[in-house]
């Protein structure tokens, strides 16, 4: 056997399975169990008179195997059956997982050609002790209701999820006041809550055996290494699966960033074509416009210089014409009087020839 040294310090806790089985499984606790099970579901305990758990046993094979699952099994006699199970890891499929076996549990004693009449009710109980992620409530409650009218369809099926991680610090009812004794790995806690119920304290006085019995320390050594199996077995799961997801992840984003990137880079382009032709274009009209202008100009004054010169070519022969006439005029002596008023210039420019 294992040398176990009671005076080693240690923490114990409900939430380790053979203490949960101890404190909850064992046939000489059927009044904690009983307590427990109405403060959850709200059921009389006259219901429980004549109860059977139909698997007390706390030996050590429950810890060496790899089922991961240690649960309560409860039927009481008129066929309801109740099973409670503490789990302190949560997982995607849990809800799921619940279901499946709720199912097996209300269809285990069914056989072929039986009266549907036979099947009973069953109930699940779940004690989670991370956080439950469906709602934000310390017990949730689920059953089969149409969803419009909220009208039970049978009460065959219940699970119920009791949630440790959202227990209130103070003003606690009675179950709140048992998930805290199921939840805590502090004595001092344990000692507390005990002083409010006589069950509590039963259960307490034999929480304290961890700490003085040289057997049941073993037998929690060995749930809790098996419970550190499961973690740490599910943790490197976990962790695989992460890398693998980083992995893809890498893979998918490098796809969709080169996809996206195409795309925005195609938008970008046509953005970035249309403002740069826009603004080639501005220049090259602007160039073009120039140059025609200059072509347009240069015509336009040759056209307007060859106008004017030809209008100031015949104003000056004109002028011309007639100074020499008026001189002709003088010469043959005409007075000066006279070549003004024919000719049409000034007495000032006759004089002048």
Not at 148 to 154: E, I, P, S
Request: aromatic residues 8%; charged residues 30%.
């Amino acid at each position: 056997m294992q040398n176990i040294d009671l005076n080693e310090p240690m923490t114990f806790t409900v939430r380790n399975d053979y203490a949960f089985k101890k404190i909850f499984g064992s046939e000489e606790n059927r009044d904690i169990l009983t307590e427990f099970i109405c403060l959850v579901t709200g059921m009389d305990k006259e219901s429980f008179d004549e109860l059977t758990v139909e698997n007390t046993e706390l030996q050590t094979k429950f810890y060496d195997s790899k089922a991961g699952r240690l649960d309560i099994k409860i039927r009481l006699k008129d066929g309801q059956k109740v099973d409670i199970e503490m789990q302190n890891i949560w997982f995607a499929e849990f809800a799921k997982r619940s279901i499946f076996y709720w199912a097996e549990l209300f269809t285990e004693d069914f056989k072929k050609g039986s009266d549907y009449y036979e099947l009973n009710r069953c109930i699940a109980i779940n004690i989670v002790n991370e956080p439950f992620k469906l709602n934000d409530s310390i017990h949730s409650i689920y059953q089969i209701m149409e969803t419009k009218t909220h009208k039970l369809l049978d009460d065959a099926l219940e699970i119920h999820f009791l949630d440790l991680t959202k227990i209130p610090q103070e003003k606690r009812n009675k179950l709140e006041n048992w998930l805290l004794f199921i939840q805590t790995d502090e004595q001092e806690v344990r000692d507390m809550l005990s002083k409010k119920d006589n069950q509590l304290k039963r259960a307490n006085s034999q929480m304290q055996e961890f700490y003085s019995v040289h057997e049941q320390r073993a037998q929690y050594i060995k749930a809790r290494n098996a419970e550190s199996d499961r973690v740490s077995l599910l943790g490197a799961s976990r962790r695989e699966g992460f890398s693998l997801g980083v992995l893809q992840g890498k893979k998918e984003g490098i796809k969709q960033g080169i996809e996206q990137g195409i795309e925005q880079g195609i938008e970008q382009g046509i953005e970035q074509g249309i403002e740069q032709g826009i603004e080639q274009g501005i220049e090259q009209g602007i160039e073009q416009g120039i140059e025609q202008g200059i072509e347009q100009g240069i015509e336009q004054g040759i056209e307007q210089g060859i106008e004017q010169g030809i209008e100031q070519g015949i104003e000056q022969g004109i002028e011309q014409g007639v100074k020499k006439a008026a001189s002709a005029f003088k010469e043959m002596g005409f007075s000066s009087d006279q070549i003004a008023k024919a000719t049409g210039l000034s007495l000032e420019e006759v004089e002048k020839l």
